[in-house]
T-cell receptor, first 114, second 110 residues
Framework: DAGVIQSPRHEVTEMGQEVTLRCKPI?????LFWYRQTMMRGLELLIY????????DSGMPEDRFSAKMPNASFSTLKIQPSEPRDSAVYFC????????????FGPGTRLTVL | QQQVKQSPQSLIVQKGGISIINCAYE??????FPWYQQFPGKGPALLIA???DVSEKKEGRFTISFNKSAKQFSLHIMDSQPGDSATYFC?????????WGAGTKLIIKP
C-alpha cells in the first residue's frame, strides 16, 4: 500500500489567498483525521471523519477553515482567506475501525502564508 | 481531564545510554496508550503501544512502563543510538480520537 498521500508537500501563498490541502487515505480505512503542527502549539486535531461524515470539528480554529470528504478516498482542507498565523505543517492520518488503534500519518503539507 | 502531560520537553543522551520520557494522564477511561516517533520532515509513526491491563511492554530496545494507580506511563530507550534522535509523542485514547502529549525532542550524542 502506498500509505496516506498528501498534496502538495509544500505551499507558499500570500495572505488572503485560498489554500486547498488534499489527502488520500489508505484504502479500507474508515477514519480520517486532519492535524496541524506548530512549534508553539504542538500537534492539534482539527477535525475527523468516520465513513466520510465529519464527527468532531471542534478543533477547527475558525470559519476560515473547512474540510470535506466527498468519498472514501479523498479529503480536502481549505483555508479561505489564509493568514500568516495559519503557517504550519498540516497532517492527514487514517485508521481502520477494527483491528487496532494505530493512526497512519501522511508526510504532511508545509504551509507558509506570507 | 482530557490532557496528557509529557516531560521533558527536550532530552540529550549519550550514545549507549538510557533515554526516559514520562507522561501522565487524568482520564481513567483511557484504555490505549501509544508512543509515536517523528523524524524531521516526516509524519509521526507508531513506535509502541500498551493497554492498561499490563505493566510493561518491550519491543527490542523500546519499553513502555505503565503505572495504572499513578496514572503514569513512560518510554524507555535502551542503548540509545544516534538514529533514535527524533521527537517522541505519547498519547492516550478511549475511542477513536487520540489525546496527544506535547512531545519530547530527543538528541543522542555520538
Amino acid at each position: 500500500d502506498a500509505g496516506v498521500i498528501q498534496s502538495p508537500r509544500h505551499e507558499v501563498t500570500e495572505m488572503g489567498q485560498e489554500v486547498t490541502l488534499r489527502c488520500k487515505p489508505i484504502s479500507g480505512h474508515d477514519y480520517l483525521f486532519w492535524y496541524r503542527q506548530t512549534m508553539m502549539r504542538g500537534l492539534e486535531l482539527l477535525i475527523y471523519f468516520n465513513n466520510n461524515v465529519p464527527i468532531d470539528d471542534s478543533g477547527m480554529p475558525e470559519d476560515r477553515f473547512s474540510a470535506k470528504m466527498p468519498n472514501a478516498s479523498f479529503s480536502t482542507l481549505k483555508i479561505q482567506p489564509s493568514e500568516p498565523r495559519d503557517s504550519a505543517v498540516y497532517f492527514c492520518a487514517s485508521r481502520k475501525r477494527e483491528g487496532g488503534n494505530e493512526q497512519f500519518f501522511g508526510p504532511g503539507t508545509r504551509l507558509t502564508v506570507l | 481531564q482530557q490532557q496528557v502531560k509529557q516531560s521533558p520537553q527536550s532530552l540529550i543522551v549519550q550514545k549507549g545510554g538510557i533515554s526516559i520520557i514520562n507522561c501522565a494522564y487524568e482520564n481513567t477511561a483511557f484504555d490505549y496508550f501509544p508512543w509515536y516517533q517523528q523524524f524531521p520532515g516526516k509524519g509521526p509513526a507508531l513506535l509502541i503501544a500498551i493497554r492498561p491491563d499490563v505493566s510493561e511492554k518491550k519491543e527490542g530496545r523500546f519499553t513502555i512502563s505503565f503505572n495504572k494507580s499513578a496514572k503514569q506511563f513512560s518510554l524507555h530507550i535502551m542503548d540509545s543510538q544516534p538514529g533514535d534522535s527524533a521527537t517522541y509523542f505519547c498519547a492516550a485514547t478511549s475511542n477513536y480520537q487520540l489525546i496527544w502529549g506535547a512531545g519530547t525532542k530527543l538528541i543522542i550524542k555520538p
